[in-house]
């Protein structure tokens, strides 16, 4: 039986990284399912998730990305998955896009979720900037689910007091989901 797995990395980036890195774990039988990759500022990230076959294990997986870490440029970590953790719905509620925009200041980010987590909010993707103007301007993407008990309007009305607050501007906008 095949063995779930959880890879994240970081590194300096330079050409190759993922070519280099999914050859890897190609040469070692694992079949990719999902992944996410970025670059911040010149530094690589990578978070994926994989099926490693039945004739390897995990331990000879992390001995073998341990000799590729230093060719990679990359500290890579490699933990097993259950069955359950890849089957868990992570798109259970109603998804939205939030974005928030104001001169850069420390405190958006921690208020702005904050104030998600505690209506119940799941943020299940972020991305945030700062332009390099001679007044920088902060901007942060969310991808949040709400759960049926939050409505829209009371997400506004939360958010938007806390976007007075910290004195930035925010929209949300529901997200339709089309089902294939």
């Known amino acids: 039986m095949s063995t779930n797995i959880v890879l994240t990395g970081v590194g300096r980036d330079r050409v190759g990284i993922v070519a280099e890195l999914s050859q890897v774990l190609f040469e070692f039988g694992c079949n990719l399912l999902d992944s996410s990759m970025t670059l911040l500022r ?9 099926q490693l076959p039945e004739t390897h294990s995990l331990d000879q997986l992390k001995e073998r990305l341990g000799h590729a870490e230093g060719a990679l440029g990359m ?3 490699v933990r097993e998955l259950s069955d359950a953790s890849l089957d868990e719905d992570e798109d259970a509620g109603l998804p939205f896009i939030v974005s928030v925009y104001g001169g850069d200041k420390p405190g958006i980010v921690a208020g702005i979720t904050k104030e998600l987590s505690r209506i119940g909010a799941n943020i299940t993707d972020v991305e945030t900037k700062k332009t390099k103007a001679e007044k920088p301007i902060f901007m942060m993407i969310l991808e949040i689910t709400l759960p049926e008990s939050v409505s829209e309007q009371q997400l506004r009305d939360e958010l938007g007091r806390v976007s007075k607050e910290l004195g930035v ?3 949300i906008r529901a997200i339709e989901v089309v089902e294939l």
């Open 42 to 50: 010149g530094e690589f990230a990578v978070i994926l998730m994989a």
């Open 169 to 171: 501007d925010l929209s």
């Open 75 to 77: 500290n890579v970590f």
